[in-house]
């Protein structure tokens, strides 16, 4: 009887993380869902592969190609704290792209342990389905613990960074171009807290903007991330997440705003 129940744990956990899905932002903050301690390592690795050709008639095939992985390290020390986060997922049905996400980000926490520290980041993205071809863009800020309790830590980050993009899309009938670059403010409130003795939480919110001479105004990004998590039993944890993006002027015509909610299963043998 438990082994049964084990197998369909696992069988669960398994194809719920067969399916791709797409993040606008970045979960940096759930990868420092930790105690305020020195010299650990965490290492977060998953991968899944799907092939089928699954058709009803012989002259009319579908072949489908799924592929998702991701690498996060993190790295805590006496001083400094490195965070590298790796993600990339696609999906291929016959000759048609529908999905091709990724994302590097890596981040350095100079002195995390004060109130006051600084941070250094730079990465690359690239959103395919929304026709970003290519993102890159680094920075550096201050990061600033406002809050720090056994339960509830809150942190307020500022900052500055270089953003180069290259959009590409079309239509029908239109071709959509676009390559800027820009300086950017870069701005964020983080809290993680503990609402129960068994109910972790972190929630982020993102800002960011620039200005751009072409349009004589300011084009703003904002975004967050809500994530929380409570064990079920004693190897069994229940997870559930919701993302939003909004951009107030799209370079090219796509949907200024864009959200994610899912949920699911984690097991720890």
Not at 69 to 77: E, H, P, S, T, Y
Not at 231 to 258: H, V
Request: glycine share 6%; charged share 15%.
């Amino acid at each position: 009887m438990h082994s049964n129940k084990f197998l369909l744990c696992i069988l669960f956990c398994f194809l719920w993380g067969s399916f791709p899905v797409n993040a606008q932002i970045l979960n940096i903050e759930k990868e420092r869902l930790l105690p305020d301690s020195a010299n650990y390592w965490l290492l977060n690795l998953g991968t899944s592969l799907g092939l089928y050709n699954r058709s009803a008639l012989d002259d009319t095939p579908l072949r489908y190609t799924s592929v998702r992985g991701n690498l996060d390290v993190l790295r805590a020390g006496q001083k400094h704290l490195y965070l590298l986060l790796n993600q990339y997922s696609y999906l291929k049905i016959n000759d048609a792209e529908f999905f091709n996400f990724g994302y590097t980000h890596l981040r350095s926490n100079l002195f995390w342990q004060r109130t006051l520290s600084y941070e250094l980041f730079a990465q690359w993205q690239v959103d395919k389905l929304r026709g970003l071809q290519e993102r890159y863009l680094g920075g550096a800020g201050i990061r600033w613990r406002l809050l720090d309790t056994p339960h509830h830590h809150i942190f307020v980050g500022m900052g500055f960074m270089a953003e180069r993009e290259r959009w590409q899309l079309s239509d029908a009938s239109t071709r959509y171009e676009a390559n800027p670059f820009f300086w950017k403010s870069s701005n964020y409130i983080h809290w993680r807290g503990q609402i129960s003795p068994t109910v972790k939480t972190v929630m982020a919110v993102y800002y960011q903007t620039g200005y751009d001479d072409s349009v004589s105004n300011f084009r703003h990004r904002l975004s967050g991330e809500l994530h929380l998590n409570f064990p079920i039993s004693q190897k069994l944890k229940f997870n559930t997440s919701f993302t939003a993006s909004y951009e107030s002027l799209p370079l090219i015509p796509i949907t200024p705003f864009i959200y994610q909610f899912s949920q699911g299963l984690t097991l720890s043998l």
